[in-house]
């Protein structure tokens, strides 16, 4: 975990949390001056009216007005937009393509129809050249700021959008690539800010052609796109978009593209892209920024998209990726077609920026089964060039699924009118009976649930309570009365100072001993709670010579991270959990686990035991490294202190495992023998 960079990130947002982020919002009314000239013409011929292009000026109105409205704006940094360079706009576009868009607005109206349609949807007016340069240039304009720290993140609030456009053309609605432009600016221009490895997502509904392209060798930029595939026949069609597109030469494994087979996907399915691919990479890739192109295409009632994502499914997609980069990210628009979609979906998405107020929300249904079916795919496609994706999904997770009904067969979107997925409000009835609700998941059941409920999260509190875990004790907090401390807050006698217990105070739900093949020691001078004298560890290594006595409190994951944080930090700001469903995921293969955000507490190393009733034991010790330590003298094994020692004892002869005879001899063998 050390090199995933956790600390920083953990430690830096612990201590800046009591200030207000600072979210930067970029946007410039020139933007609007981009539209199609077809439109106007109703104006001039109404016999020729037709639909409005959806890549219209009002889209970045709605945005803009909608967060004024709501008073979002006026929390955020507001920028004005920015023209790029023409050297910046090199980085990853021919002098030729330049030139194209810088003189295209210039040019008269029947020239520039005939440049358009030598491309795929493409259309130019007298505004375009300079909307492409400010879109361009205020993405770079965000994104230095948020390197630089003076902001902690932002959204550029642009148009025309950028992922389709590719070196030397314009496509899909998209002049210059705005996000490509800035992830080469800050790598290639700013080496002085430090920025090394950039993670850029894509959940526009559409492929992220362009920027795959312009990334795919270079092993700096890990290229993530989620989007509508069909088997290739979903613009911009082909198989740029397939899931064997993974890079190449250097940059092979740093392009992940998650193809869906059909539409309808929603946010059971994205997250669940989110909880088995995208989180676990990037915790791996280690990014030391985002850059999302932010497209809301896949929003629900969007023209084009034909998928069903909820302005709170993106503020959890959104929310997930601030663990990363110490927060440090920066959305740009790109595709989404319907106004008001687009306008709650961004509002959504930089309350999440703010971080003012939790994530509300609940999930309707599983994911589709082709979902797990692509994310199979795709974790075996690149599992040699991440090891995280190794693993094959258990059965228990992949079986939560929703089947697929193919309702109306209506693939291309040819004109702009045609919602791809028209169906009559009785099939569209039937099909939400088909689809479980989400009020028929017994979450707090045994470890079936463990991903499936990161599936249904809010802020991480709210997910991580619907967890069970049996958290062991086998030092203090085998007494119960101490082990309560932690949890409702409070101090028993003996103890130095008072507990600030969990925000869920609730009881334990059920209590058990069992004996493990653990080597119980006690060791160093003196703790801030109990004074001088050594406390308890279990060697992290399993030894069937030994046994040890351990008392089983079922918990849920929330509280076991407020243990976690108060046995090895009295400061840390529990602004994201330290051992997450991720790491319940992968820590019954690795069996330990170290919170890097509290390594300089003894207790910070997380052991996974085993399962009793079908819920994962989770203990915390010292480091293996630390035991060897200890050996070596250095900071030497210690006997408890006698108030120590009598709380351990009385939680054994309180548990009924040992009479006082018999606990008083467990803990002085503990103590006494040679590690
Ligand atoms: N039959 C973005 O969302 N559709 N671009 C053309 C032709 C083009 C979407 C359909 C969709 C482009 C940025
Ligand atoms: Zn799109």
């Given at each position: 975990?050390?090199?995933?960079?956790?600390?920083?990130?953990?430690?830096?947002?612990?201590?800046?949390?009591?200030?207000?982020?600072?979210?930067?919002?970029?946007?410039?009314?020139?933007?609007c001056?981009?539209?199609?000239?077809?439109?106007?013409?109703?104006?001039?011929?109404?016999?020729?009216?037709?639909?409005?292009?959806?890549?219209?000026?009002?889209r970045?109105?709605?945005?803009?007005?909608?967060?004024?409205?709501?008073g979002?704006?006026?929390?955020?940094?507001?920028?004005?937009?920015?023209?790029?360079?023409?050297?910046?706009?090199?980085?990853?576009?021919?002098?030729?393509?330049?030139?194209?868009?810088?003189?295209?607005?210039?040019?008269?109206?029947?020239?520039?129809?005939?440049?358009?349609?030598?491309?795929?949807?493409?259309?130019?007016?007298?505004?375009?050249?300079?909307?492409?340069y400010?879109?361009?240039?205020?993405v770079?304009?965000?994104?230095?700021?948020?390197?630089?720290g003076?902001?902690?993140?932002?959204?550029?609030?642009?148009?025309?959008?950028?992922?389709?456009?590719?070196?030397?053309?314009?496509?899909?609605?998209?002049?210059?690539?705005?996000?490509?432009?800035?992830t080469?600016?800050?790598?290639?221009?700013?080496?002085?800010?430090?920025?090394?490895?950039?993670?850029?997502?894509d959940?526009?509904?559409?492929?992220?052609?362009?920027?795959?392209?312009?990334?795919?060798?270079?092993?700096?930029?890990?290229?993530?796109?989620?989007?509508?595939?069909?088997?290739?026949?979903?613009?911009?069609?082909?198989?740029?978009?397939?899931?064997?597109m993974?890079?190449?030469?250097?940059?092979?494994?740093?392009?992940?593209?998650?193809?869906?087979?059909?539409?309808?996907?929603?946010?059971?399915?994205?997250?669940a892209?989110?909880?088995?691919?995208?989180?676990?990479?990037?915790?791996?890739?280690?990014?030391?920024?985002?850059?999302?192109?932010?497209?809301?295409?896949?929003?629900?009632?969007?023209?084009?998209?034909?998928?069903?994502?909820?302005?709170?499914?993106?503020?959890?997609?959104?929310?997930?990726?601030?663990?990363?980069?110490?927060?440090?990210?920066?959305?740009?628009?790109?595709?989404?077609?319907?106004?008001?979609?687009?306008a709650?979906?961004?509002?959504?998405?930089?309350?999440?920026?703010?971080?003012?107020?939790?994530?509300?929300?609940?999930?309707?249904?599983?994911?589709f089964?082709?979902?797990?079916?692509?994310?199979?795919?795709?974790?075996?496609?690149?599992?040699?060039?991440?090891?995280t994706?190794?693993?094959?999904?258990?059965?228990?997770?992949?079986?939560?699924?929703t089947?697929?009904?193919?309702?109306?067969?209506?693939?291309?979107?040819?004109?702009?009118?045609?919602?791809?997925?028209?169906?009559?409000?009785?099939?569209?009835?039937?099909?939400?009976?088909?689809i479980?609700?989400?009020?028929d998941?017994?979450?707090?059941?045994?470890?079936?649930?463990?991903?499936?409920?990161?599936?249904?999260?809010?802020?991480?509190?709210?997910?991580?309570?619907?967890?069970?875990?049996?958290?062991?004790?086998?030092?203090?907090?085998?007494?119960?009365?101490?082990?309560?401390?932690?949890?409702?807050?409070?101090?028993?006698?003996?103890?130095?100072?008072p507990?600030?217990?969990?925000?869920?105070?609730?009881?334990?739900?059920?209590?058990?001993?069992?004996?493990?093949?653990?080597?119980?020691?006690?060791?160093?001078?003196?703790?801030?709670?109990?004074?001088?004298?050594?406390?308890?560890?279990?060697?992290?290594?399993?030894?069937?010579?030994?046994?040890?006595?351990?008392?089983?409190?079922?918990?849920?994951?929330?509280?076991?991270?407020?243990?976690?944080?108060?046995?090895?930090?009295?400061?840390?700001?529990?602004?994201?959990?330290?051992?997450?469903?991720?790491?319940?995921?992968?820590?019954?293969?690795?069996?330990?686990?170290?919170?890097?955000?509290?390594k300089?507490g003894?207790?910070?190393?997380?052991?996974?035991?085993?399962?009793?009733?079908?819920?994962?034991?989770l203990?915390?010790?010292?480091?293996?490294?630390?035991?060897?330590?200890?050996?070596?003298?250095?900071?030497?094994?210690?006997?408890?202190?006698?108030?120590?020692?009598?709380?351990?004892?009385?939680?054994?002869?309180?548990?009924?495992?040992?009479?006082?005879?018999?606990?008083?001899?467990?803990?002085?063998?503990?103590?006494?023998?040679?590690?």
């Amino acid at each position: 975990m050390a090199s995933y960079g956790f600390n920083d990130q953990y430690s830096s947002m612990a201590s800046d949390s009591s200030e207000r982020r600072r979210v930067g919002l970029i946007y410039d009314e020139r933007m609007c001056l981009h539209s199609d000239p077809n439109d106007l013409l109703p104006l001039v011929k109404p016999d020729k009216a037709r639909e409005p292009h959806p890549e219209c000026p009002d889209r970045i109105r709605a945005i803009w007005n909608k967060l004024h409205s709501s008073g979002i704006a006026q929390r955020c940094v507001v920028m004005e937009g920015k023209e790029v360079e023409d050297k910046h706009i090199e980085l990853v576009h021919t002098k030729k393509h330049i030139n194209l868009i810088k003189n295209v607005s210039s040019t008269t109206n029947l020239r520039r129809e005939e440049l358009a349609n030598k491309y795929s949807s493409i259309y130019f007016n007298e505004g375009s050249t300079e909307a492409a340069y400010l879109a361009a240039g205020s993405v770079i304009e965000v994104a230095e700021k948020v390197a630089e720290g003076e902001l902690d993140s932002a959204f550029a609030i642009v148009r025309p959008p950028g992922h389709h456009a590719e070196e030397n053309q314009p496509m899909g609605f998209c002049l210059y690539n705005n996000v490509a432009i800035a992830t080469r600016y800050l790598l290639d221009n700013r080496p002085d800010l430090g920025i090394k490895k950039i993670l850029i997502v894509d959940w526009d509904v559409h492929h992220g052609n362009g920027t795959q392209k312009m990334f795919w060798k270079d092993p700096r930029v890990l290229f993530f796109s989620v989007h509508r595939y069909d088997s290739g026949t979903f613009y911009p069609g082909g198989d740029d978009g397939s899931h064997v597109m993974t890079g190449d030469g250097l940059g092979k494994g740093y392009n992940i593209n998650v193809p869906w087979e059909h539409d309808r996907c929603g946010d059971a399915d994205y997250l669940a892209v989110w909880d088995h691919l995208l989180i676990p990479v990037a915790k791996e890739f280690g990014p030391d920024i985002i850059l999302i192109s932010a497209g809301f295409d896949a929003a629900i009632g969007d023209p084009l998209g034909g998928c069903r994502v909820s302005p709170y499914g993106y503020a959890v997609m959104l929310n997930k990726l601030l663990v990363f980069a110490r927060g440090k990210i920066v959305m740009a628009l790109e595709g989404g077609y319907n106004l008001d979609s687009i306008a709650n979906s961004v509002q959504a998405c930089i309350e999440v920026l703010l971080q003012q107020k939790p994530v509300i929300g609940t999930l309707e249904a599983y994911p589709f089964e082709s979902t797990w079916r692509v994310i199979q795919a795709v974790r075996k496609e690149l599992s040699s060039f991440w090891k995280t994706l190794a693993e094959r999904l258990p059965e228990k997770v992949t079986s939560m699924r929703t089947p697929f009904i193919q309702v109306v067969s209506s693939d291309s979107e040819d004109e702009y009118d045609n919602f791809p997925n028209r169906v009559s409000q009785d099939l569209e009835k039937d099909i939400d009976n088909v689809i479980q609700p989400f009020s028929d998941l017994k979450v707090n059941d045994g470890p079936g649930i463990t991903s499936q409920a990161s599936i249904i999260s809010h802020t991480w509190r709210a997910e991580l309570s619907k967890i069970d875990i049996w958290y062991a004790a086998f030092g203090s907090n085998m007494k119960l009365s101490r082990f309560l401390c932690y949890i409702a807050g409070g101090q028993v006698e003996s103890m130095r100072k008072p507990c600030i217990g969990s925000l869920d105070k609730s009881k334990p739900k059920e209590i058990k001993w069992e004996t493990f093949p653990h080597r119980l020691f006690f060791a160093r001078e003196h703790t801030a709670t109990w004074g001088p004298g050594g406390v308890a560890f279990l060697h992290p290594e399993s030894n069937s010579d030994e046994k040890a006595y351990l008392c089983l409190y079922r918990i849920t994951l929330e509280q076991f991270n407020d243990v976690l944080c108060q046995e090895n930090s009295s400061s840390f700001d529990m602004k994201y959990p330290l051992f997450d469903m991720t790491d319940l995921q992968s820590i019954e293969n690795r069996k330990s686990f170290s919170a890097e955000a509290v390594k300089n507490g003894w207790y910070h190393n997380v052991l996974y035991l085993g399962k009793e009733n079908g819920i994962p034991i989770l203990t915390m010790t010292c480091q293996l490294s630390d035991v060897d330590y200890f050996k070596s003298g250095k900071a030497s094994m210690c006997k408890p202190s006698k108030e120590y020692a009598n709380t351990l004892i009385r939680g054994l002869v309180e548990g009924k495992q040992l009479t006082e005879e018999e606990a008083t001899s467990y803990i002085q063998q503990a103590t006494n023998r040679p590690l």
